[in-house]
């Protein structure tokens, strides 16, 4: 099993909003908060295949080697869901066209104060939980 949260993602570009499963990845190592998404999540928040603002082409390193990805700076709120409201962070929007599931890297992660008691079980919290709060994985959502 893994770990995978619940997340709201918004556009800042088109305010167009989707709520999906994503996989804490802790070895999606970034230099700021960035979420991977496959391209059908890009066209349901109206940025594919049309991307309506500036973006970059950036390689990055998979265990199947390189791979070119769409980068839009800055272009999503993301917030945690759960039963109570959390603070959205702002995260880059990366773009793939082979990857099928969301992905939080490890500094969205910790910018969404993301707790993993253990990857094995799906064990986590958020840092604003109560002290005795344990939350269970979500189920793994395709695209």
Same mark, same amino acid.
């Not at 070895?27 to 349901?44: F, R, S």
């Not at 599931?101 to 490890?106: K, M, N, Q, R």
């Not at 707790?115 to 793994?140: C, H, M, Q």
């Given at each position: %099993? ?27 190592? !970034? ?29 990055? %390193? !998979? ?12 272009? /999503?709120?993301?917030?945690?869901? /759960? ?13 793939? !066209?082979?990857? $099928? +599931?969301?992905?939080?890297? $490890? ?13 094995? +079980? ?15 994985? +979500?189920?793994?959502? !395709?695209?």
């Amino acid at each position: %099993m893994a770990v995978r949260v619940k997340l709201r993602i918004r556009s800042r570009a088109t305010s167009r909003s989707i709520e999906a499963s994503a996989l804490v990845n802790s070895g999606y190592e !970034t230099i700021k908060p960035q979420l991977l998404v496959p391209v059908k999540v890009a066209e349901l928040l109206g940025l594919w295949p049309s991307i309506p603002r500036h973006y970059v082409v950036r390689e990055y %390193m !998979t265990a199947g080697g390189p791979i070119k990805n769409y980068v839009l700076e800055d272009e /999503v709120y993301v917030n945690v869901i /759960v039963e109570y409201n959390t603070e959205p962070v702002i995260a880059d929007l990366v773009i793939s !066209t082979v990857e $099928d +599931e969301i992905l939080i890297s $490890d500094k969205l992660a910790g910018r969404l104060g993301i707790i993993v008691y253990d990857f094995a +079980e799906g064990v986590w919290k958020l840092r604003s939980d109560p002290e005795n709060i344990k939350r269970k994985s +979500e189920t793994r959502q !395709t695209w």
